[in-house]
């Protein structure tokens, strides 16, 4: 029906029809799916949720005298200063850590990215390699986003496509990644937003690939890999999406064009530091069978229920739950009614589609070609080999 090369002299005119994901449910209920795929030209989807495997790559500038950083904080946070002499990585999901006897802060390094984004400024302690070329042995400064040469997010693992749901059959709380589950059953915690999550609208990633231009922290970004644990093999529905995590992507994108409102810090206690992030992505209208995969709705979504009172990497599940029944605020476990709460911000996530809409409509925001498919025969590898030394 069209190509990605006319729905963008169509973005560039201002003449594409955009519609958020919601928008085109409701829409496909109203007119079908046939005469839905003739009105659209672009879908956009949208999540606003924790996602813990990201991090920023931060150069720093070299010092006078240079210094080839080895170890590196910032804001006590420490950053990964393996490679080159100044660059850094801070992962969102590392904590700080406690100096010269001052209490342990709920900070990590999701916090440090969120305040560099917001203009705030950030204090730098680094120890050197004495080299001949590096000759300085310590540094200490306060660096802005504006004071760093590069500063951009690379995100090993983003926007599963699907996830758990996570209860507690144990006697006792546990902190986990979902937050607090309480014993006994006494709550229930999802964290994929279902029905308007970007990857459960395109199951079998035949819309979003390599260099795929995305909304990634409110600036632009591109998918730049498939993520770890990648698993499009997790068993399917007849309408093709997962029944539990399946699909990931790794991202990219300039961290200095990013706005703090989609990026933050978050941590989650007697478990660690982590990072809320704004994630939208564009599903261009090529056939009917893009809007018959985006007509998916919530009651037609199912996820696994997993017993995290269970230390185990395979723990036990109460079977398959929609997302219909997740929205719902109570699901139903073995007679027993336990209420349910969404990890992902709902509205947030809506917010997320509707500015990445926004942005298509002006015409500042136009479509790519994937320059790769995604593998789709990718299994999952677990690590059952223990040893002793």
């Not at 991202?251 to 809320?276: E, H, N, T």
């Not at 995969?293 to 696994?304: G, Q, T, W």
Request: charged share 20%; hydrophobic share 40%.
């Amino acid at each position: 029906m069209r190509t990605i090369a006319e729905i963008n002299e169509k973005i560039d005119q201002k003449r594409a029809v955009v519609w958020t994901v919601e928008e085109l449910k409701t829409r496909v209920a109203e007119i079908g799916i046939t005469k839905a795929a003739k009105e659209v030209d672009v879908i956009t989807t949208g999540t606003f949720e924790p996602m813990e495997s990201s991090g920023a790559i931060i150069n720093l500038g070299h010092t006078d005298p240079p210094i080839k950083i080895r170890r590196c904080w910032l804001d006590g946070v420490p950053a990964y200063s393996g490679f080159g002499a100044v660059d850094l990585y801070v992962g969102a999901s590392c904590a700080v850590e406690a100096m010269d006897g001052e209490e342990l802060r709920e900070r990590g390094g999701g916090h440090v990215i969120q305040d560099l984004i917001a203009g705030k400024p950030i204090q730098v302690r680094a120890l050197g390699q004495v080299t001949d070329c590096y000759p300085r042995a310590t540094f200490e400064t306060t660096v802005t986003s504006d004071t760093i040469n590069q500063f951009y997010l690379f995100n090993p693992r983003n926007l599963y496509q699907n996830f758990i749901v996570g209860v507690n059959g144990g006697d006792r709380p546990l902190h986990t990644y979902l937050g607090p589950l309480q014993p006994r059953l006494g709550n229930a915690v999802y964290s994929n937003p279902g029905a308007i999550s970007p990857l459960l609208n395109d199951p079998d990633l035949q819309l979003v690939g390599i260099g795929t231009r995305i909304f990634l922290g409110g600036g632009i970004g591109y998918v730049a890999w498939e993520g770890t644990q990648h698993f499009p093999l997790q068993k399917r529905l007849a309408n093709r999406t997962p029944i539990g995590p399946s699909a990931t992507l790794a991202l990219i994108g300039d961290a200095k064009q990013m706005d703090a409102r989609w990026v933050r810090g978050c941590y989650f206690k007697s478990y660690g530091p982590s990072l809320m992030l704004g994630v939208g992505v564009p599903l261009p209208v090529l056939n009917e069978t893009v809007i018959e995969h985006c007509a998916v709705l919530d009651k037609d979504l199912v996820a696994p229920i997993v017993d995290f009172s269970i230390p185990r990497r395979v723990r036990p599940t109460f079977g398959l739950v929609s997302y219909a029944q997740l929205k719902s605020g109570k699901i139903t476990i073995e007679g027993k009614a336990v209420r349910v709460a969404p990890l992902a911000s709902m509205f947030l996530s809506r917010q997320v589609a509707l500015e990445l809409k926004q942005w298509i409509e002006a015409g500042t925001f136009t479509l790519t070609e994937p320059v790769s498919t995604m593998p789709m025969d990718r299994a999952f590898l677990p690590q059952d080999r223990w040893t002793d030394f």
